[in-house]
């Protein structure tokens, strides 16, 4: 295999990773706009521990997933049960003092970053990605996984049902904030050197990009959405220089046109409009 395929199969792996770990927040219908916090936590710990510490790069990665669980699950419960709105709002500033806290420490090489690390693997890859696949068949068949789908669909109506709503969503963003920090482990040991600008907005913007051009329905309609965004760059060098404006109109576009993702039902996570009836029919009703 060239070096040039091992590249593009590695960042597509990565960024699958990124995508399916943000789903599982996604699937509760809570979206996040600050998981690049826990992309870096988990690179920023896996880093330290091999470059520091001399720590096997898969042993690292295990501690940067519970690194990054903890980080969630606390940043969940303080959100987690409140609008949506002020989840958007929280979990951003999280992402923002993260990268600030990063850029200051001096440990880890503040805003000119840490190098050094290496080790990641085209198996350690794929591996860590079938992981996270065989997790989410198991949750998508599971009544755990119902819990998601209800919560998402009706939150309400799922309370009403007896479903402990704040445990399961705290749970489904520490499971989230665990996939997307190993996720920062592989990227940051491919890379080779991480700045806290790599964990900066635009790469929030293409994490949720990755889930909702795929949809939100299904976790491998986010996989697909990953490998997309991720092949689009490589072969259209273009995009290297309009990326964010680009995705940026890309995201509004199909927050218009199509809502629920190209993969996902009209109902689905979706927009539904109200239907319009024609008068006659409204005076034969009355």
């Not at 690292?60 to 969630?72: C, D, F, K, L, S």
């Not at 940043?75 to 500033?93: D, E, H, K, P, Q």
């Not at 090489?109 to 080790?119: D, E, K």
Request: proline residues 3%; aromatic residues 10%; charged residues 10%.
């Amino acid at each position: 295999m060239s070096s040039f395929n091992e590249a593009v199969i590695l960042t597509v792996g990565i960024n699958v990773l990124l995508a399916l770990g943000y789903w599982i927040a996604v699937s509760t219908g809570k979206y996040s706009f600050g998981h690049t916090a826990f992309m870096a936590i988990g690179a920023y710990t896996a880093s330290i521990l091999t470059v520091n510490f001399s720590w096997p790069l898969p042993l690292a990665m295990v501690a940067a997933g519970v690194t990054a669980a903890v980080a969630g699950a606390l940043i969940g419960w303080m959100a987690l049960r409140l609008s949506l709105l002020y989840l958007a709002i929280i979990t951003f500033v999280f992402s923002q003092l993260v990268n600030l806290l990063i850029s200051q420490w001096d440990y880890v090489g503040g805003a000119s970053g840490m190098l050094g690390m290496t080790g990641t693997t085209v198996p350690l890859v794929l591996g860590c990605v079938l992981l996270a696949v065989g997790y989410l068949v198991l949750l998508s068949r599971s009544r755990l996984g119902l819990a998601h789908r209800a919560i998402r669909e009706d939150e309400r109506a799922a309370m009403a049902s007896g479903l402990r709503i704040t445990r399961i969503a705290v749970g489904a963003f520490a499971t989230s904030a665990a996939v997307t920090g190993v996720a920062g482990a592989l990227s940051a040991h491919q890379l080779m050197v991480i700045t806290p600008e790599l964990f900066g907005p635009h790469q929030a913007l293409l994490i949720i990009l990755y889930c909702v051009l795929g949809g939100v329905e299904y976790f491998w309609g986010a996989a697909i959405g990953a490998i997309a965004l991720s092949l689009l760059p490589i072969y259209f060098d273009w995009l290297n220089e309009w990326y964010e404006i680009v995705y940026g109109l890309l995201f509004v576009a199909l927050m218009i046109v199509r809502p629920q993702g190209l993969i996902g039902r009209g109902g689905a996570g979706g927009v539904r409009l109200p239907r319009l009836v024609p008068r006659r029919e409204r005076e034969s009703v009355g």
